[in-house]
């Protein structure tokens, strides 16, 4: 009796124990229905290992343009900086929407959303909608058109439709109102600027970044009262890297900064996936990036500049916003950051060190492309992208699996019969994942482990989970998750589509 009451007991611990660590890598998960062209659906999750976190994410939409923005930003020396790129980017990255690309506010599938359009109107343009009649907003469209009245005279609010963050993006008024005026003053220089407005995607998102850095810098300096901001400075002195998806259509732009990743999934024809790689690390131990380095400082700094694999011998990524320890020289940093507790790297000699020109790279999608995932680097110090999209492409297979099949409205033959193979392969290979969320999916088996099973792969959760946030960051760094599903019946509708 005795024997039985302690295995009894032993058991229900033990389900306790896993039921704790579900709820603790599922309490920060989000899905998204979008199925607005080339994107299906969208999983992300978030866990912490400092305290607060230093990692956020956001997804929007650029109305002007319908190009859909996600990111991941990996704060260090704390979160105000990625806290504050995390919602205050994608405003400049709407303000630099290319002339070809731009399109009137009044859209009819804007006022009419279809059914499937998941993505929620803000409060202002529902109010908008049921105070105007369906001819009524018509007739506005129509006027519109005719004056080519475009998107990109409006405010930016208007101009940008969130799908998710991870921050609440509050920001006190004057420091709100003045970032509105930079961005407004950042438009208007686009659209005079015959280089920029009619040159390419990957030249505006470098210049939105480096004008988002540039504006988060001048907004910690002294005014004309001689008086800091002392938020403002928070945000410039601590940093943050970047890994943002611009996706239009079938176009897709990946702008990194930093230690982040992007990895694109690509199915084969034989049902295997492969994995993309579409960022490179900005470190040592990139050649191309120590080579850059060392080639903007003198020969007398080769001793100094990289020290110890890091940036003057500290910090680790390459390339980030803010840090403008690495940027400003000697004589402003003693004005503006030692007062605040930020004393200046040994060595700074010939400033700046430190760059906010992102690297991005283009790819066209394909039907065989179906997923994205960007992390932070925390999880691509356990995983391999490989690994990673392996997850993804077998957590997708054993979902499917488990839902009755009904093809979608336009589908041929021929892709029926390519679904059903796929669901074939499923069933034979994979089994229900635990988790819905592909995106939890991932981080379970970066911290579980992908072997043992489900028993050993709960012990190792059970054990790294218990430790706190704070305390947790001597054995492992935040982790950022955001898997973008793509609609493979859409991109194989596109094929001509041309950027």
Not at 93 to 100: H, T
Not at 463 to 486: E, K, M, W
Request: aromatic content about 8%.
């Amino acid at each position: 009796m005795l024997k039985r009451n302690f295995f009894h007991e032993f058991r229900r611990h033990n389900r306790s124990s896993r039921w704790n660590a579900d709820a603790h890598l599922r309490a920060h998960e989000r899905s998204a229905n979008v199925e607005d062209d080339a994107i299906m659906r969208v999983d992300t999750c978030q866990l912490a290992a400092n305290n607060p976190i230093e990692d956020f994410y956001s997804a929007a939409k650029c109305i002007s343009s319908r190009a859909f923005l996600f990111g991941v930003f990996d704060g260090h020396g704390g979160q105000q900086c990625s806290r504050h790129i995390s919602t205050n980017l994608y405003p400049y990255l709407c303000a630099s929407v290319l002339k070809k690309h731009e399109h009137c506010p009044y859209q009819k599938e804007r006022l009419f959303p279809s059914p499937k359009n998941h993505i929620p109107l803000k409060p202002y343009e529902k109010l908008k909608l049921l105070k105007e009649s369906q001819s009524t907003a018509l007739l506005r469209y129509l006027e519109l058109s005719e004056s080519s009245e475009l998107i990109g005279d409006y405010s930016p609010d208007q101009r940008l439709e969130w799908l998710f963050s991870s921050s609440d993006g509050h920001l006190p008024n004057a420091f709100k109102s003045r970032e509105t005026r930079n961005i407004a003053a950042y438009h208007k220089e686009f659209k005079k600027n015959p280089n920029t407005y009619t040159g390419t995607v990957r030249e505006a998102l470098k210049l939105a970044f480096e004008t988002c850095d540039k504006d988060l810098g001048d907004n910690a300096l002294p005014n004309a009262k001689g008086v800091i901001d002392r938020h403002a400075a928070m945000v410039a002195a601590s940093g943050s890297c970047c890994t943002l998806a611009h996706i239009r259509s079938r176009h897709l732009h990946v702008a990194n900064l930093g230690d982040a990743a992007a990895v694109l999934g690509v199915v084969n024809p034989n049902g295997s996936v492969t994995a993309r790689q579409l960022s490179r690390a900005h470190c040592v131990d990139n050649a191309d990036e120590v080579q850059r380095i060392r080639i903007a400082h003198p020969a007398s700094e080769s001793q100094t500049v990289l020290r110890g694999g890091r940036l003057l011998g500290e910090l680790f990524p390459l390339r980030a916003f803010g840090d403008v320890r690495y940027k400003w020289p000697l004589d402003l940093q003693k004005v503006v950051l030692e007062p605040l507790g930020h004393p200046p790297p040994q060595h700074l000699y010939t400033p700046p060190y430190l760059s906010t020109s992102p690297e991005v790279f283009y790819h066209k999608l394909t039907p065989n492309d179906r997923f994205l995932v960007l992390a932070t680097d925390g999880l691509w110090e356990w995983l391999d992208p490989d690994t990673v999209v392996r997850l993804v492409h077998d957590h997708t297979l054993g979902t499917i699996t488990q839902q009755a099949y009904v093809p979608k409205s336009g589908t041929t033959l021929q892709q029926v019969r390519e679904q059903l193979k796929e669901r074939a392969r499923g069933e034979q290979k994979t089994k229900k994942p635990i988790d819905e969320n592909c995106a939890t999916h991932i981080i379970r088996h970066a911290l579980g482990g992908v072997s043992g099973g489900a028993t050993k792969q709960y012990e190792r959760l059970i054990d790294i989970l218990q430790v706190p946030p704070g305390r947790a960051r001597n054995y492992r760094d935040d982790i950022t998750v955001i898997v973008i599903h793509f609609n493979e019946t859409f991109l194989d509708g596109h094929e001509e589509d041309e950027e």
